[in-house]
């Protein structure tokens, strides 16, 4: 049984590492971390786990749970996975890190676009970025695991086997994505109050979004070519769910059978991407709740184009399944344990 | 291992079926059946079953289901079970009807409410009404199992213990329910297009709603008295979810504890009703995508009225989740097999 | 010209009132306050101003603002107005209060379900209540009027006319109500982010809402009866919108015909409620944006009660619209003024 | 007063129209024409006309309603008003047809992209495309005005500037629309249910949707080139609004200031389209109800690439707003008679 610390535990990503951990026969939740409910019942933060998790939220002190747990979760804000993490701690336990503090292996470009200082750069090289159908024998090794961003995770799965293949030109690459509000968190801003939300949708961060270097620097891992590339987020009036639209220019002489091809060799043994049927899109209510990520494409012909989709639901795939995922791996365990939900369906 | 044949599988109370079966480690579906789609992939009905189902819709032939299922759920409209049921039928399987066919004892009763012909009413006596907190037993010994409909459900589980414990003057009780809209069905009507139900709530069915004497016959049976009530249902634009306002005079010298008392009575021992602590009130949001009901109650000094509320996923405990809770119960299994989730926020 | 000061143009109420007096052919606003946004222009606030209000917000000297205003419009929290109404102000300027400061006759009662304390008594006795249907006379000629609340506006209309014409048991009378989110307010709070109010329906208040005793001194002058209710009011997935179903016992002998004629005698020349034709329910859909409260009612010959309800929206006739019509009374102006606006739908 | 009839009234668009024209003042509705509910009153089908339009659903002889308009709007599907205009109707009466038939000037395009032979294209030259920032002029002379999609109206009002100023590289021209769900009609389908489209976004018509050739012919138009480009619209889980994020590469030596007055110079004079602040991205709350577009852009210097964003109502500015704005023009009235309409919101 493997003792699961989780720092950030009353965030919606926190929440959901539970309802996915309370479901995973071989993990226990030792810890239910929380700077703003510290001494409170964690069900009667998330009234959900009433009768189910009966335990208080505690305060984090990283050293303590290093003691009890073998692996934490931090699903905490920017920066602060970077500021707790030891060397002690991590001979003690594992770490898997929901924010961005070790997802790109330059810190200078982290600095820029999150505009903060990183605190503990030494971890960065032996950090593992933890898109399991990318990385899986490098996830299986680590002991301090960046899990993706919830944009990411989706433009990377969508994009990456034609980056691959060298199908498309890079240089033309666009990513148009929509995010449903749980992405935004729980604290409370006007921004994402429900009458300001619902009823409307909007571009946001748009050039400046700080996924895009992370989408950036993995797609220059699968293309070997540096990709520079714009990322549009957009807020939709619902609670999960991603959806990536993205666009290139495909390479002289590229068919859709080529395409295809490329997709199915990235994907067709990987049990949570779901190469869709020619002419079905992805749509983000039919992975709700689950781990998969639907993806498919079209090839426009006319404009020698291919729309490449993909859809996700942040909170599991992009967040909480993931990182679930990965521990699965660096433990040894069936990387599907506790991620075999069917999507929730309406 | 149960083999299970659903006849009603793409509506929504039929792919939350699937959902749940395909979770549980006793049951396996044999039978996909559907009017509508015959031929067809499942899975192209409904997505989210994508590389999860690839079975084929299958026409519903009772007689040939029942050759190799153990259980068959019918989660079909009014009517159909009944017109199909026979004496063979029940001696090769089970039957678990989510419809209304056999839920009232007096058929004059379900002729006046529904409008239409009863075709079976031999089988009504020996049917048992599935509401498992409150019928376990016969439940456990039956082979037609009525189960209990949505706002049914919400409706006894928050007023029984008050029924029972005859501390509510039952000729003042007024149900106030509000559903999501997956409890409308699937089929194409412009009335719950989005548009038209999107901001924006109504109550329908004032007065004539046809779960009302399914809640008063079960009140009737557990306080003793001849319950007439009134039960007014409203649309809530949201997709699952129900919730219940309840009011009644409390007889004279009830105190809060004695309430209190009566619920614990009856549900301390429940895993799937949750009796919330002082102050706090049910919400759809704490039990969506799970079996369980949260109940609760406000006792009004002021005015010497109690009003109960109670909340539940209309589409688990509401129909698919009940329904495997009986066939847990009628198979000998554990109550809560294959139930054990986690209600899903945001 | 009227000249319009709004203070607490800021919130949803606020900004509806900009929007309807924008439209408004013999007012002007000349003031545009808010607390929080003193220096910044409206329409960097409220982006649907944009290139229509240039103004900037200002501070809220009430003195200052009734030098340059016929009118001011109080859009604030409770105790805000009572706190800076003065007898030199009210000389100079009449005040529209949209907060309950001075709904309440009894100070006593204003001070228990408010819980502060009221600044300025000496105003209550010739505050008017300003329910246009009800009190028009009385409004045309007040310099204090207090406009009544969202809840109350739909409650009352719905029921009044049976508690004046004495055809229901008073002391039966129970109100499930039903609101859109926006009538929570605009203040940044976790429960009404979009994915806290999204996917979900709860009561809230239960027995203790501040509404309660408005809509019982209301029906108490309509009937002439000490009235004491249950009002519960319940919160909404949507942005606007009120609906409330009432129930009460029938007299003795009251017919379906003279609960119809009781309605229209009340309304058939009231432009702003609309009585229903039968077998039809309100739905808040209908009269979204506009000034409308339509209204109906089902007898239940079964049970005896007669089930009323209303819908209006709650910052058009539950605030601003109403407000407005207060405005075109005490004024002498035709009181559709301004509020000639058909229900936007979907 | 200008007499008018609508076919295809009891659509969303239709009951726009309706809605708007009973604010105007120098229009009277003189014919409300229905397929389906002929017969019927009017405000039985849109109960938000309930005592404001007491007239019943006729059908559609157009030599009968010609007799008695002045002018027609059609909001039916595509094919329809081709069907039915004559030599003899158009020397009577006007035309403004809200669907495509009369959009494009190519009658083979027309009949590739709709798949429906075109039934009068001797009309296809004199009609004008009702884009009346653009086409001012033209529309004021003529007698048949194609009033453009809605879809189209946001595309071309986002990117017309850029495209006549000759700042961007039209041949990597990319326009990513999201439309609420009005957009799709109030006929009964499945896939429009509430909750299928709730909770969910899916793009759709990937590289197939009609609206295509129709913002190609026009920005050819207005940049003098061949513009071929993508087009991808999504549904979103909203009433209504469309927004359209485009992306192109600039020109070399193209800089903000440059963009900046391309949009200035189209728009500064113009009522119904606002260039919002830099940094201010449009959103569709913020035009809901109104005839406004706001339009904005992003410059990326990194990439290279501009970021152009427009928001409309899809009902209003894309459809009846617009249509009435093209009336107002015909008739010599005020452009924006009856269209002063501020924003909604929430």
């Known amino acids: 049984m493997i003792k699961v610390g989780i720092i950030g535990a009353t965030g919606y990503a926190g929440n ?11 993990a226990e939740i ?3 971390g929380s700077r703003s409910y510290v001494g409170q019942r964690y069900a009667d933060v998330f009234r959900n786990c009433t009768e189910i998790v009966p335990e208080e939220c505690g305060d984090d002190n990283i ?5 009890k747990a073998d692996v934490i979760f931090t699903a905490t804000p920017q920066g602060y996975c970077a500021g707790i993490v030891t060397e002690e701690v991590l001979k003690k336990c594992r770490i898997i890190d929901l924010s961005a503090d070790f997802r790109l292996k330059d810190v200078s470009v982290y600095e820029k676009w999150y505009k903060i200082e990183h605190k503990s750069p030494q971890f960065i090289k032996e950090a593992v970025y933890g898109l399991c159908e990318i990385n899986r024998e490098d996830i299986k090794k680590t002991r301090l695991l960046a899990n993706p961003g919830c944009y990411t995770t989706c433009s990377i ?3 990456y086997p034609l980056a691959k293949a060298g199908l498309i030109d890079l240089s033309t690459l666009i990513i148009d994505a929509k995010s449903g509000t749980s992405g935004a968190g729980r604290s409370a801003k006007t921004d994402n109050l429900f009458c300001e939300v619902n009823e409307n949708i909007k571009a946001y961060g748009v050039a400046t979004h700080r996924h895009t270097p992370e989408i950036e620097e993995q797609l220059s891992y699968a293309s070997g070519e540096q990709v520079m590339l714009n990322f549009t987020p957009h807020l939709v009036p619902m609670n999960r769910g991603i959806l990536v639209t993205a666009y290139a220019n495909v390479k002289k002489g590229v068919t859709e059978d080529m ?6 060799d990235c994907y067709q043994n990987e049990k949570f991407v779901r190469v869709l049927n020619k002419g079905i899109c992805p749509e983000t209510r039919w992975v709700e709740g689950s781990n998969y990520t639907d993806v ?3 090839l426009d012909e006319r404009t020698g184009r291919v729309i490449m989709m993909g ?3 942040n909170i599991v795939k992009g967040a909480a399944g993931q990182a679930v995922q990965n521990m699965n791996l660096m433990f040894g365990l069936p990387e599907d344990m506790g991620l075999d939900l069917v999507p929730m369906f309406p």
Do not use: P, Q, S
């Open 30 to 32: 030792v810890h239910y």
């Open 16 to 26: 959901e590492l539970v309802r996915i951990l309370k479901g995973h026969k071989e």
């Open 296 to 298: 498919n494409f079209v």
């Open 157 to 159: 799965l969508t994009v």
């Open 311 to 313: 859809a996700l639901d």
């Open 63 to 67: 050293e303590e749970i290093a003691d």
């Open 259 to 264: 395409i295809r091809k490329a997709y199915a």
